[in-house]
């Protein structure tokens, strides 16, 4: 269908609450994150570590279902931060160019989220990063999110758009020869 355009409605991308549950799309903020030392010797010394403590925003990117049934112990977060702050951290991701290409999910491994602003609640537009995974027990993080006080949650369909384009970014193989045609 060429020149197709899909029709613009009115559709919020968040849910404003205030509660201990967690779901898939899920936004926090601040949330601590340890960090092992990177010259850390193997085999691993029992006695204590240093270690960094630090605080990232994240989004939930576990399945809702997995978290409300209690499959799992651990929930899978992925960092994201202010589109102009990415910009700082790669230059790369500071032009519009790149931004168009993530737009359009050609650059795999980003996605955006729209802004919101509130009396409660101000974020810019977010660049979430799935090249960089963490996970946490699943009791931390939600009595970390009943900390939060009132959050954001990603509305369907913006929570299953970001849960396929986390899977297209870990379902991309790459072959080791292409196809030699005739």
Same mark, same amino acid.
């Given at each position: ?5 899909v ?12 509660s201990?549950?967690?779901e ?17 010797t193997?085999?691993?010394p ?17 399945? @809702?279902?997995? !978290? ?6 651990? $929930?899978?977060?992925? /960092?994201?931060?202010?589109? +102009? ?36 609640? @101000?974020?810019? !537009? ?6 960089? $995974?963490?996970?946490? /027990?699943?009791?931390?993080? +939600? ?13 369907s369909?913006?929570r ?5 384009s ?15 045609l005739?």
């Amino acid at each position: 269908m060429s020149g197709y355009k899909v029709p613009t409605i009115d559709q919020p991308w968040y849910e404003v609450l205030e509660s201990d549950s967690l779901e898939q799309g899920d936004i926090l903020f601040a949330c601590p994150i340890i960090i092992p030392p990177s010259n850390l010797t193997f085999p691993v010394p029992t006695a204590s570590i240093t270690t960094k403590l630090q605080s990232t925003d994240v989004v939930v990117m576990t399945q @809702s279902c997995d !978290i409300e049934n209690e499959k799992l112990e651990d $929930i899978i977060l992925c /960092p994201h931060w202010d589109l +102009k702050v990415a910009g700082q951290m790669d230059p790369a991701l500071g032009k519009k160019d790149t931004w168009k290409l993530i737009l359009k999910g050609q650059r795999y491994q980003y996605i955006m989220l729209e802004q919101w602003q509130s009396e409660e609640i @101000s974020m810019g !537009i977010r660049l979430v990063d799935f090249g960089r $995974i963490f996970s946490l /027990p699943r009791d931390f993080v +939600k009595q970390f999110a009943a900390k939060q006080g009132r959050r954001l949650r990603l509305l369907s369909p913006y929570r299953e758009h970001l849960s396929q384009s986390f899977a297209r970014f870990f379902m991309r193989v790459g072959l080791p020869q292409d196809i030699k045609l005739p």
